[in-house]
């Protein structure tokens, strides 16, 4: 069977670029046959970037609520809580000892840092943490810990997937065996990277996301309005390629949708009404979903039962795979 395996980070609402970049196309490949899931909370890399134990939490339901509405199928997925599982720490600390310090230099993450600082002209590691340096190898040990062969993700991700296939070949030539499986990263080649509000990437920290269900229909509405346009009038021929509300609006219609959305624009389509055909595309999606999303917010105790089954779930593997490990480097393995 292929392992899909994908996580999110507990540190904000999901918004449409989680959503379309990694919810939706992690649910469709876990309802293939022949394919074993894996899907998580990344809890600890949220205390990364976010010191605030409430925030924390309330991501946690909001995101375990946001993929069990959008179809997640808890009996056929492991689905589980990074933190759940103390064998992540553990194999983390194992490939923090084989990584290349040089390696995680180049992390695009902790060099964005550095340039801003550079930029301010402050220290260059100012409010730099060890685990925003080291945050490739936390996420190589989640990808490792399950061998999992395919990771779905954001265009975002691809330089911590090819960290990843570097940790684990260096993992599996020093100790001498296949321990690891050299996992692919996946990219939905349509979305690959959705724009937010301003055409940046969406992204919490740029501020301009657009909320999946947090506000419900009406909040949604509010953000498609925020879309930046160009100044061109209703009448004049619009340049659907180079609109990034065009791009939103392609991750979630059919390519036939798509290009009708396309020649209107062209023949003149006026913004306003192209932002209401935007939401009610969006709406046709998402509203089915917002309500079950509603229902399980509702009721943390039913999530916090799943998040625990699941974490049972990937422990079998787990700990006998540490075991394992821990005997490959020379430590006691656990009897
Ligand atoms: P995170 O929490 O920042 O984002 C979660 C997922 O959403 C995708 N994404 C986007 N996709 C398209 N367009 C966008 N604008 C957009 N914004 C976010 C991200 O690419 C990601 O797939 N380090 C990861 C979490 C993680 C992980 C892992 C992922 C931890 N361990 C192991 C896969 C495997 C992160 O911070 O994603």
Redesign the pocket.
Same mark, same amino acid.
């Given at each position: 069977n292929t392992r899909v =395996? &994908?996580? @999110? &980070?507990t540190s904000g609402t999901p918004h449409l670029?989680?959503y /379309?970049? /990694?919810i939706r196309p992690s649910i469709r490949a876990s309802t293939q046959a022949g394919v074993d899931a894996f899907f998580f909370l /990344?809890d600890y $890399?949220a205390l990364i970037k976010c010191d605030d134990p409430q925030r924390i939490a309330r991501s946690r339901l909001e995101i375990a609520a946001t993929w069990i509405a959008a179809g997640l199928d808890v009996e056929r997925v492991t689905f589980y809580r990074q933190s759940d599982l103390p064998e992540i720490p553990e194999l983390c600390w194992m490939l923090t000892c084989v990584t290349a310090k040089g390696l995680m230099n180049r992390a695009h993450a902790y060099k964005a840092s550095v340039d801003q600082n550079l930029l301010k002209q402050v220290d260059p590691d100012d409010g730099v943490t060890m685990g925003l340096f080291s945050y490739p190898i936390l996420?190589a040990a989640? @990808?490792l810990m399950f061998n999992a062969n395919k *990771?779905p *993700?954001?265009?975002?991700?691809i330089q $911590?997937l090819e960290m990843t296939r570097d940790i684990a070949q260096r993992f599996n030539h020093l100790y001498g065996g296949e321990y690891f499986v050299l996992p692919e990263v996946q990219i939905e080649e349509d *979305? /690959?990277? =959705?724009p937010?509000l301003d055409g940046r990437?969406?992204?919490k920290s740029y501020d301009n996301t657009i909320p999946l269900f947090e506000g419900g229909a009406r909040a949604l509405r509010a953000a498609v309005l925020r879309i930046v346009t160009d100044s061109r009038a209703p009448g004049e021929p619009k340049d659907a390629e180079g609109s990034h509300l065009y791009t939103i609006y392609r991750a979630f219609a059919s390519t036939a949708e798509s290009a009708q959305f396309r020649a209107q624009l062209e023949q003149g389509l006026g913004w306003g009404d192209a932002k209401q055909l935007l939401c009610e595309r969006i709406e046709q999606e998402l509203a089915p979903m917002r309500e079950r999303y509603a229902e399980l917010m509702a009721k943390p105790e039913r999530i916090e039962d799943i998040l625990q089954a699941g974490a049972a779930k990937a422990r079998k593997l787990s700990g006998p795979f540490m075991a394992r490990l821990r005997e490959a480097v020379g430590l006691r393995a656990p009897a």
């Open positions: =395996l &994908t996580g @999110i &980070t670029g989680n /379309a970049g /990694a /990344a $890399h996420m989640d @990808i *990771v *993700v954001g265009r975002d991700q $911590h *979305v /690959a990277t =959705l937010g990437k969406m992204s």
